[in-house]
C-alpha cells in the first residue's frame, strides 16, 4: 500500500519530518509541470535513533501556516541529549496512524506536549541540528548592518576542505502561499569557517558559519529551510525566518557575551561581584552560556534573570565528545559568535570577555561610555596583562566579623609588568553590526568603515586575573577604585540570593 492510498498519513509524515528534523535535499522548484510527483521520503538511521526527512512539495495548502500560526513565540533550552530527537511516540518510522489523524486535524488532537513541543523546537533556534554527519546548525540571524544576509551559526568538519570550498547549501525562504513550489525562493549560500584561536589543536569539528542572501521579498516568508549536499551526504534543518530589525540600536547601551564554566566558575561570591563591577561599567545586559553549571550558581543566574540583566543558556555541544569528536574549547567560537549576532542589532556595543578578564580604565567616569569616547569609536581592542600569581583565585573569599564577601578586585592590586602584546590574550568591544569576522582575541575584518582605536595599556586594559607564573610586582588600583560602590551591592546580592 503506497501513499497514494493513504494521503492523510503521507501529509503527516510531511509535517512532522520538515518540522521535526529538516527537509529532504531537493530543489522546490525543479518541478513545473501540474502534476505532482509522489511524496517521497527518507530515513536516516542511527544507533540510538531514527530522524524523519521528507519533501514537503506536495503539501496541503495552507497545512504550515495552520500549524506554524499556533507555535508560541518562544525558545525551549536544549535539556535532551543532543543532536535534537523525536520522542518516542513520533519516532516510530511509519509513523502511527493515530498520531498523524490527530496532527491533520487539530480539532480533534490529542497529540501529546512532547509532539507539539518537538515541532516548536524544530522551527525555533538554540538547539543544535544535525544535518549530516560532523554538520550541524544552530541558529539565524539577519545581518545587523543592513539585513542584507542572513548568518547560519554552525559546526563543520574541520579536516575537510573540501566541505568548505564546495557549494554545498541552499537556503529555501517558505511561502504562505504552498500551491505552488515556484512561491518559494531559493539561494545559494556560502560556506565560511570562522577563525580559531589555536588551529594547531587537530580538532575534527569547526566552527563556521552559512551567509545566505536575504531578498526584501523573503522577509515575510515565515520559514527558513537550510538544506545542504556533500557527495552522498544530505540533509536539511528548518527556523523560523528571523526578523530584520527596524531601527539602530539605542546609543550607549552595552552587551556582554562570554562562557560559564561549572568546573572554574563554582565561586558565586566572584560570580557576583563581577556582573556587578561591570554593571558599574555601564553594562546593560549580560548573554553567558553555561557548561556543567552547579545547581548553587544557576540559582544565582536565575536572580538576574528575573532581574531582566541577563540571559542564560546551556551550551551543549552536539558532536560526540566520548567518542573523541573535539572543536576548539568547548566550541567557543561558535558560542561567541551565537551571542554577538544576537545582541548585534539589539545593542550599540558587545563586550567580549571572560569570567576572569575586568575592563579598567583611568577616564572618568570608569565606564564603557568613557572608553569608547561617547560613541565616537566603533572597535575598541584592548591589551590584556595578568595580575598577582600569589593572589587568592581559587575560591570566594569572606570577612570573618559580618560574613560579606570580600572583593577579589580590592584584595588583588599587583600586577605583572609584562603587558601581552595586541592581539595576543587582548580582548574588545564593538560596534558588532560592523563587524565582520571576529576573533576571539581580536577583530579579523570590519564591515566597511569603521572607527577602531587601541588604547594605551596605560589608559585602558584587560586586567586577567588567573594563577601564572608570571610575578606581580607593579601596582594595580584601576579596578579596585569602585570598591566603595561595589562592595555594597555584592554583599547585598549575595544576602538576597543566598541568606
Known sequence: MGFRQYPLRAIALTVLGAF????????????????????????????????????????????????VENIPEQNFPAEEELPF????????????PQVAAEITDPSTSTVSDDVKQTISQSLTAFHWQKVFTDFYVYSVYPNALDSSDLHVVLFGPNRDNQFWSADVCSCVYYSTDLESSLNNITVKGRLEVLPESKPYEGHNIGAGRLKCPFPREAVQQPLLDVRCQ?????????????????????????????????????????????????????????????????????????????????????????????????????????????????????????????LDEYYATTRQPPTFASITNNGDSDCVLVQSVFMDPHGNYSGDTFDPESGDPVLRTALITLRSSRIHGQDERSKYLCRMRKVDIPQIHTVQRNRGQAATVRPSPDETILLHYRQTNEPGSVKERRASVLSPQLQPRVAAVWKTVYA
Open 85 to 96: 530527537q523525536l520522542p518516542d511516540d513520533v519516532s516510530d518510522p511509519h509513523l502511527r
Open 20 to 67: 521535526c528534523l529538516g527537509l529532504a535535499w531537493r530543489s522546490s522548484s525543479t518541478s513545473e509541470s501540474s502534476k505532482r510527483e509522489p511524496l517521497r521520503g527518507w530515513y536516516e538511521a542511527a544507533p540510538d535513533r531514527l530522524s524523519v526527512k521528507a519533501d514537503v512539495s506536495d503539501l496541503e495548502p495552507g497545512l504550515i501556516p495552520k500549524i
Open 230 to 354: 556533500h557527495g552522498s551526504k544530505s540533509g536539511a534543518a528548518t527556523f523560523r525566518t528571523p526578523a530584520v530589525m527596524s531601527e539602530p540600536p539605542p546609543k550607549l547601551t552595552f552587551a556582554l557575551c562570554g562562557l560559564i564554566h561549572g568546573f572554574v566558575n563554582e565561586q558565586q561570591a566572584v560570580v557576583i561581584e563581577y556582573i556587578e563591577y561591570y554593571r558599574l561599567m555601564g553594562v546593560t545586559k549580560i548573554f553567558w552560556q553555561g557548561i556543567d553549571v552547579g545547581d548553587k550558581t544557576r540559582k544565582l543566574l536565575q536572580y538576574y534573570e528575573d532581574e531582566g540583566v541577563m540571559e542564560f543558556r546551556e551550551w551543549k555541544v552536539p558532536y560526540n565528545r566520548t567518542a573523541g569528536d573535539s572543536a576548539h574549547y568547548y566550541g567557543q567560537v561558535a558560542a561567541q559568535y551565537d551571542c554577538i549576532m544576537r545582541t548585534a542589532g539589539l545593542f550599540d556595543y558587545t563586550i567580549i570577555a571572560d
